[in-house]
């Protein structure tokens, strides 16, 4: 049997032991070094924790500043990363754009406002509770999508909102072997405001390649009373033209709900009427 590299980690297999090498990169261990971490004697929070000493609090977060890129991690080797956790006080999450690049690339493989990366659009809290990404209470955002790199790994975050960002992170990731048939990780973000009357919005074109689609998060403001759900989301894939390979239903039943979101359509005795109801799932959800 070859031996497991430690990718593909769930409550299945957690008992299979290998080779791979845990590290986390934050704010207290910039480079993920081994034995390297809480060693800072001069970090942003140095004065409120000046009764604990070293070791304790004293770089927990970051400053970026106004119009300022900051990197976050720069990994060398091979690897994935397996988990993101951040919080932010300050800055605007529409505007705090996330990037990373892998192996050396000049264009990033995610390029996509930290807010709608975590699925969280609005600049607001709003509890997500899907396995790919997490949002707590706190605003705490987390990811839990396995993204392979085989030479480099790196992130940014560029503030282009008019007040600093404090920005509290934490990369964990596992250096090991990546098997050639592992893709790498994409994410893009895309924006029309408003969306002309019967156009077309594109969630994603011009992907070359094999590859799987991991799924789509969408941030909807509407602008009139009207029904905003009658969306068919279509797929047209390996040459496709006018007709696509795969036709959805409407933008409720895409999402894994169904007749509006809508329990009046069922409970129609529901006091005070029909209204969306929200929802998390581990894989689909709707929130206000």
Known sequence: MTEFNGLGLHLGNLSRLSRAKTRSISPENFTGEKGKGGMSTDGPAANAARGLGIGWKISPYIIIAPGETREL????????????????????????????????QEQPSIECPTGDFFCVGWERFAQVSALPVCVNPGRAFNCYWEMPFRKRARFTMTNLSDERIILYYQINYALTDVPDDCAYFHAQFRRANPLPYKEVFTILDGVKGRGHYAGTYMAWGVNNSGWWGEGEIKFFMDGDQEFPTVCGTGTEDYFCGAFDFDPGVVERDRPGGSAYVEFTTPFAGLRR
């Open 73 to 104: 991690a720069n990994i060398e080797g091979m690897g994935a990363i397996q988990q993101i956790w951040m919080t932010m006080a300050g800055g605007k999450w529409r505007h705090s754009i996330l990037r990373a690049y892998w192996d050396n």
